[in-house]
């Protein structure tokens, strides 16, 4: 075991000193979603699914999932809901402007996983910004997986993200079923409904198919109640679960789900995995 | 390992020599009935006897109720430079019961698992403790020795242990120990071990309140019983404070939040104590509680104790049975109560 105080400097450096991120792209997505892309010193080195502790000095910090697929450059893209007061500021952000990263950090998916399975992504409102990490390296090497389909449901048009993300996923070839729970009287040319809906006509080989599932915290038990009825199995159904979070490190006890802690041992679980937790789903 | 015999007045006098040159804490009365690791001065009352547990216990002297985790300042140019706050300042706690050095053991596994924690692990390595040995209950409250912490003496750099005659025995167990007793004229004592023996097997039977199951099997009935009608019964009465969380010595929770000084170019980033029975510690941003219901986190806490932490760490119990959150709490709410009415529950 490691001691003396300069090794407790630079653990505590590595443990919880942010990096500069320099924000280079900002765009709205809704009236409270906006979009960022940062540019790192270095690359993030990160995997599907992790999230990074976003910080402003003097305002807080806050976990944030990681919206791109793994690449070897400098960049990160999130989307950030304004929803409290580091979000407002870190909204109020300009281009240029520089905030504060650490991480990655959590489990992540592993694309490997689902080479030569068809792949079903199921994305509930924010959940599509952390899902669209895996969703990005799977459409990039298509060919490896089987037949690929995203259901991405949100409260009413105007909540959509990534429009053209879905374009340009539907373009490729990709199955994706846009939702909304319903139109509140603005223009809509897709479905209506929720994004279990979709599931029990789905072309879909059981036997062949992986899921990976990332929504509030409602809607896990009933989209996996919907593929277990299709005989998808526990084991091929991955979930990606939302916690508050201080540390990222295993230590500040907020995203603790019984026994596990979802900063570390997820937020990606395998659903077969977690069946004998009774605090992971509502 | 040395073992010397002192009388209180040579132990009383040593503890004012250390505190005279060092940063020390010992357990001082306040008021009527309450005690306090406090730092030693010149007028302060230095006695062994007579204690009942302080309201906060010795470990949070090393996990500080607020501690500043970086600093930061930005420059004119808007550059802003950030390092981290380590405190490596050496103390020495002194008057540390076994139920408070099981914490502090425990503590130092929590903190040094995964990744290790630099703030706690820089303080405990300079950190020297002077144990004191329990030869009766503190109080009515106590059930040390149903959670196996009566014993334990691991992390003490000095050990002392109330012996027949009035003497204290005084076990030199480590390098800093040797450091702390360096020059002292006690007598030496060849027969240390033995004279502990002694003390130990004269001591009350039971000691303090016992479990109507032993240790390994409570582990199995809490986690047996997470659908149990003992979650509501206790928690009715419960009023969501954290005081419990806050006195636990294996409690060490924390919140991360950003102060910025009134030059708006500098502050820090500190955390503070956070507490898992508190209404809004597993609340996300948009407001959904993980655990709205005070039952669900009652049962999180005690499973934390007695399941989860165990588990993860391989340990009989990360409850030390110091009986701190029911002597602190309002409503008179006592694991203890909770985790017999769970065993008594389990056997029907």
Not at chain 2, 107 to 124: C, I, K
Not at chain 2, 278 to 285: N, R, S
Request: glycine share 10%; charged share 25%; proline share 6%.
């Amino acid at each position: 075991m490691k001691t003396g105080t300069e090794y407790y400097h630079q653990l505590a450096r590595d443990t919880f000193m942010p990096q500069p991120g320099r924000i280079v792209e900002i765009a709205d997505m809704t009236a409270k979603d906006r979009y960022f892309r940062v540019e790192l010193e270095k690359p993030l080195g990160h995997h599907p699914g992790q999230f990074v502790m976003v910080s402003v000095m003097g305002v807080g910090e806050a976990p944030i999932s990681i919206s791109n697929g793994p690449g070897k450059d400098n960049t990160l893209e999130m989307v950030i809901r304004r929803i409290g007061r580091l979000t407002q500021v870190l909204h109020d952000l300009k281009v240029g402007d520089t905030l504060g990263i650490r991480g990655p950090y959590g489990s992540g998916f592993d694309p490997a996983n689902f080479y030569g399975r068809d792949v079903l992504f199921v994305a509930g409102g924010l959940g599509l910004v952390p899902l669209r990490s895996l969703i990005t390296p799977v459409v990039a090497e298509a060919n490896r997986f089987g037949k690929i389909t995203l259901i991405s449901g949100c409260r009413n048009p105007s909540e959509e993200l990534y429009r053209d993300q879905l374009d340009e996923w539907t373009d490729a070839g990709i199955e994706v079923i846009r939702l909304v729970d319903g139109t509140e009287n603005m223009p809509w040319k897709f479905g209506v409904g929720l994004v279990t809906e979709p599931i029990p006509k789905l072309k879909l080989d059981p036997e062949k198919t992986v899921a990976a599932l990332c929504g509030p915290p409602v809607m896990y038990k009933f989209v996996i109640t919907a593929l277990g009825a299709r005989g998808v199995s526990y084991d091929q159904i991955y979930v990606d679960l939302e916690r508050r979070m201080k540390c990222g490190v295993g230590k500040c006890g907020h995203c603790q789900i019984n026994k596990i802690y979802c900063c570390q041992d997820g937020p990606v679980f395998r659903f077969s995995d977690l069946a004998l937790l009774p605090e992971a789903l509502l | 390992m040395s073992y010397y015999l002192a009388t209180q007045k040579e132990i009383v006098d040593w503890i004012r020599r250390l505190a005279a040159e060092n940063r020390l804490y010992f357990p001082e009365k306040h008021g009527a009935a309450s005690y306090r690791f406090t730092r030693v001065g010149p007028g302060s009352d230095i006695q062994f006897d007579h204690y009942t547990p302080t309201v906060v216990p010795p470990v949070k002297l090393l996990v500080p109720a607020r501690e500043e985790l970086l600093h930061f300042r930005t420059d004119a140019d808007g550059k802003t430079e950030v390092q981290p706050s380590l405190d490596t300042s050496f103390r020495i706690i002194a008057g540390v019961r076994s139920c408070d050095l099981k914490g502090i053991f425990l503590m130092d596994l929590f903190f040094r698992e995964g990744v290790p924690d630099a703030y706690y692990l820089a303080r405990r390595e300079n950190t020297a403790i002077i144990g004191y040995a329990c030869n009766t209950p503190c109080d009515e409250r106590a059930f040390c020795a149903a959670v196996d912490s009566l014993d334990h003496t691991e992390g003490a750099d000095v050990y002392i242990t109330p012996v027949k005659g009035g003497d204290l025995l005084v076990e030199v167990k480590t390098k800093l120990g040797e450091k702390l007793t360096d020059g002292v004229d006690w007598k030496p004592c060849e027969d240390g071990a033995a004279r502990r023996i002694g003390a130990v097997t004269a001591r009350p039977e039971p000691f303090g309140r016992t479990f109507p199951a032993a240790l390994p099997e409570i582990s199995k009935i809490v986690e047996k019983n997470y659908e149990s009608p003992v979650w509501d019964k206790h928690v009715k009465r419960c009023f969501s404070c954290g005081t419990c969380n806050l006195v636990c010595p294996t409690c060490y929770c924390f919140d991360v939040a950003d102060d910025l000084h009134l030059d708006v170019a500098s502050g820090n980033r500190t955390r503070s104590w956070d507490g898992c029975m508190l209404p809004h510690f597993a609340e996300v941003g948009g407001g959904h509680n993980f655990r709205p219901e005070p039952a669900a986190r009652q049962r999180h806490r005690v499973n934390r104790k007695f399941t989860y932490l165990p588990e993860k760490f391989e340990h009989g119990a990360a409850c030390v049975g110091c009986g701190r959150c029911g002597r602190q709490c309002t409503s008179h709410i006592d694991i203890f109560d909770i985790v017999t009415d769970l065993i008594q529950e389990g056997a029907r």
